[in-house]
T-cell receptor, first 115, second 113 residues
Framework: NAGVMQNPRHLVRRRGQEARLRCSPM?????VYWYRQLPEEGLKFMVY????????ESGMPKERFSAEFPKEGPSILRIQQVVRGDSAAYFC?????????????FGQGTRLTVV | GENVEQHPSTLSVQEGDSAVIKCTYS??????FPWYKQELGKRPQLIID?????GEKKDQRIAVTLNKTAKHFSLHITETQPEDSAVYFC????????????FGKGTTLSVSS
């Protein structure tokens, strides 16, 4: 059973470009979470999705950021018109049900660098 | 808003000593409290968790205690080893849907031999 898969592992974008980060949850998991980790900081919750639904996006910036988890395929975190401040590690986690009482499994992360 | 505070931010101990990390949370409805360990450049991995109907849980050298009244929980590592050196994050379930994990800012534990 493959773990949570994120790609790419490293992504370099110039200011103003778009970044697309992909996350394939563990088999059988229908709940996906995105977190952002800045250097020397903790994991900041961004968005929680189930298949075809955004459940909680309270941690996601209102502009330039969007997320989806389609019926088929991976979850996508999309950042439009990237700025230097978007440089961070973005982690995806999945769980078989909501994390009210179950473990969330993390992917290896995508390290985004904006130059 | 929903918040998890974690202390200390850094902790240095000698091999064999105990280490204690403490967290407080704001949402009294939180009912799941995991602890994750993250080594440099790697993914966070669950080391132990506790649910709100339990006050204490132990797994070999690691234990977690929960005080729901005071809204705080703690991680205890005994007989620390150099390979315990990492960043440790506490988390609590909360959020609009009550099921997102909100993390503390982490504790960098250094175990010297």
């Amino acid at each position: 059973n493959a773990g949570v898969m994120q790609n790419p592992r490293h992504l370099v974008r110039r200011r103003g470009q778009e970044a697309r980060l992909r996350c394939s949850p563990m088999k059988g998991h229908s709940h996906v979470y995105w977190y952002r980790q800045l250097p020397e900081e903790g994991l900041k919750f961004m968005v929680y999705l189930q298949k075809e639904n955004i459940i909680d996006e309270s941690g996601m910036p209102k502009e330039r950021f969007s997320a989806e988890f389609p019926k088929e395929g991976p979850s996508i975190l999309r950042i439009q018109q990237v700025v230097r401040g978007d440089s961070a590690a973005y982690f995806c986690a999945s769980s078989p049900s909501g994390t009210g009482d179950t473990e969330a499994f993390f992917g290896q992360g995508t390290r985004l660098t904006v130059v | 808003g929903e918040n998890v505070e974690q202390h200390p931010s850094t902790l240095s101990v000698q091999e064999g000593d105990s280490a204690v990390i403490k967290c407080t949370y704001s949402d009294s409805a939180s009912n799941y409290f995991p602890w994750y360990k993250q080594e440099l450049g790697k993914r966070p991995q669950l080391i132990i968790d506790i649910r709100s109907n339990v006050g204490e849980k132990k797994d070999q050298r690691i234990a977690v205690t929960l005080n729901k009244t005071a809204k705080h929980f703690s991680l205890h590592i005994t007989e620390t080893q150099p390979e315990d050196s990492a960043v440790y994050f506490c988390a609590a379930s909360m959020g609009q849907a009550g099921t997102a994990l909100i993390f503390g800012k982490g504790t960098t534990l250094s175990v010297s031999s």
